[in-house]
């Protein structure tokens, strides 16, 4: 009997780990229509029970001079819009103005030293973070009315960022986002699961190492979140420089992209390779891993930007 050169050809069907997202949400329904708990965390009140209809769960409330000024320059600069017309004060002075930028809600008020209440000096203790459509064009028009720049715009923790001071005092940190969020690796385009995403030289001097390869290379590094490390922005796919210590081994580790850790990081373990801790980072999500002959190796499942 000759057998079918198909059936020789077909692999045997290996069960997949749903996606986390998906999982969480159909044991949530489920629970939810068997009217039974889905043992996970204990109810959040909502943020409508305890936030009135406008606002958000922070408010921000600035205090500066020349507030009627500011409220000008928000609305001009950050495209704010003016919620009502501001509370003026008998002596001429703003008392209460609200602006929405977005979906948040901000404040702008007068001076009121009589209430402790005092714009910023020469330096500043707080920045505002605040994602525009176009952080290029916002960074501009801001310097054009008289902000002081700080930092130019940049790619930065999976946006391109600028930082700036406007002429009230208050320091500013505009971004707007490489990416959208939540997109999987296959619709990026130039990208797939499985792509080699990002690579980290460990050396034993970090310093030593970014000053080689910027003068062979030309590349464009700038310091990392670590001490000793580096990340490398102008090469493809972009890549690190991480310190080990003169003790340690200069090796490459090698970060795999994938769409999801937990799916992933499972199906390293069915193939008999090992897991040896999942995090998540401000960079996005992160699996360390060996194969089933000791490689290490890294998936991640990038936040926009990186």
Request: with cysteine; hydrophobic share 35%; charged share 25%.
């Amino acid at each position: 009997m000759t057998t079918d050169p198909f059936e020789q050809l077909r692999e045997p069907a290996v069960p997949l780990a749903p996606r986390a997202t998906f999982a969480a949400e159909l044991r949530r329904r489920l629970a939810a229509r068997l009217g039974v708990p889905d043992g996970g965390s204990p109810p959040v009140p909502e943020i409508r029970e305890y936030t009135p209809a406008r606002y958000t769960s922070l408010h921000p409330m600035l205090s500066c001079p020349r507030a009627a000024d500011a409220v000008e320059w928000y609305v001009d600069v950050l495209d704010a819009a003016l919620m009502e017309p501001p509370l003026m004060m008998d002596d001429g002075r703003v008392g209460h103005a609200e602006l929405r930028v977005g979906n948040t809600v901000f404040s702008v008020a007068d001076e009121w030293p009589e209430y402790d209440l005092a714009g910023p000096t020469e330096t500043n203790s707080v920045s505002l973070m605040l994602y525009v459509p176009d952080v290029r064009a916002t960074y501009e028009r801001a310097l054009a009315r008289g902000a002081t720049a700080q930092r130019p715009p940049e790619p930065a923790y999976g946006a391109l960022r600028a930082t700036f001071r406007d002429p009230f005092g208050h320091r500013w940190n505009v971004g707007t986002a490489l990416e959208p969020d939540d997109v999987p690796v296959e619709d990026v385009p130039g990208r797939r699961t499985g792509d080699i995403g990002y690579v980290t030289f460990q050396v034993p001097d970090g310093e030593r190492a970014q000053r080689f390869y910027s003068a062979l290379f030309g590349w464009d590094i700038r310091p990392g979140h670590l001490p000793g490390g580096f990340h490398i922005e102008s090469i493809t796919p972009p890549s690190g420089i991480a310190t080990v210590g003169e003790n340690g081994e200069p090796s490459a580790l090698v970060y795999f992209r994938v769409d999801d850790i937990e799916a992933a990081a499972a199906r390293v373990r069915e193939l008999g390779g090992e897991v040896l801790s999942v995090t998540d980072y401000p960079s996005g999500g992160n699996a360390e891993c060996r194969d089933d002959q000791g490689f290490r190796f890294d998936l991640f499942r990038p936040k926009p930007g990186y």
